[in-house]
């Protein structure tokens, strides 16, 4: 089974070092993680430009059985676009989608919000979600429906410590085996 | 053709009124909007919680011929999770994405960035993607593949104006002509 890596560190100064990181745990379980930067085969001709990692991306994704994503809050109160956009198109190819996240609190709690009747509003005024969820509905709905999990637990090296990652790959790899 | 119309407008206090308007300029340009809010057919039953809301949201989505997606930044440097993961939802479909955003300056620009030799990094040390994009490139290399068109202008109010969504809408309806 292989399972496509999503998350921001990407970003990290040597995201292959951390993916191959992701890797040796995969493999203990038996599964083959695919990180997002990993040269795709065939690989596109042309300058290493952002349409292609775009699409090696997406190419990566197709050849993949299931998602691990690291919705961990990313440059605000929710989970990075690009790992978001992801974890949708993978859901949309009917792919389980697994999930986890070092700020382990509600949602709710991470945006300052008021009480305003039955909903809580930030300072816009646009209602904050309050179901007890650690991320956007849809996300943690795509995440439910297809039979996968979102763990949350706090780590205080929130983009290199991989033990929740591991428990994650350990859960994705007896659902999958189930599925 | 019936278009998807994704954005954190949802969370507005009278979501049902912005999303009557976006319904009504797609309507000037021969498109049916699908507001995410829209009571699906058939109506699950049972309790409007979460699990419904995002079973409503796939429904729509898998029904729609395209989709036009407000990425604005919503509580932080990029869009909304949410947002994000419908457009890749979309995109996997194979189904025509369009964009618009209120903040038209450049993703690097909008985060507190040094330059680390060829990279930007943030203050934890993650690079800053700098493409002269106004999102994430998964986002505007998914909007890019699918023919579609990111557009950018600046807005008062973020939330409510709908003379950039209408500019895109109608774009979107002329590509989808083409299409």
Same mark, same amino acid.
Request: glycine content about 12%; overall charge negative.
């Given at each position: 089974?292989?399972?496509? /890596? ?11 070092? /951390? =993916? ?12 083959? =993680? ?37 919705l961990t ?5 929710? &989970?990075?676009?690009?790992? &978001? ?14 999930g986890y996240t070092h700020a382990p609190g509600d ?6 919000? =008021? ?8 300072? +816009? ?6 179901? =007890?969820l650690a991320e ?13 999990v979102l763990l949350r637990a706090a780590a ?5 410590? /991989?033990?929740l990652? +591991? ?13």
């Open positions: 089974m292989r399972i496509y /890596l999503a998350g921001p560190e990407v970003f990290l100064p040597d995201p292959a070092a /951390l =993916g191959a990181a992701k890797k040796a745990i995969c493999i203990r379980h038996g599964l083959t =993680g695919i990180f997002p930067i990993d040269p795709p085969t065939p690989m596109p001709s042309g300058p290493p430009d952002w349409r292609r990692i775009h699409a090696a991306c997406e190419m990566h994704m197709r050849n993949c059985d299931a998602l691990v994503a690291n809050p990313f440059r605000g109160a929710g &989970a990075d676009p690009g790992t &978001a956009f992801e974890l949708g198109y993978m859901r949309a190819l009917g792919r389980p989608v697994f949602y709710r709690l991470r945006v300052e919000a =008021g009480r305003d009747g039955a909903a809580w509003r930030d300072a +816009e005024g646009l209602e904050v979600e309050d179901f =007890g956007n509905l849809m996300l943690e709905g795509a995440i439910a429906a297809s039979g996968g205080p090296l929130a983009w290199t410590d /991989l033990s990652f +591991e428990t994650c790959v350990a859960q994705a790899a007896r659902g999958l085996t189930a599925l």
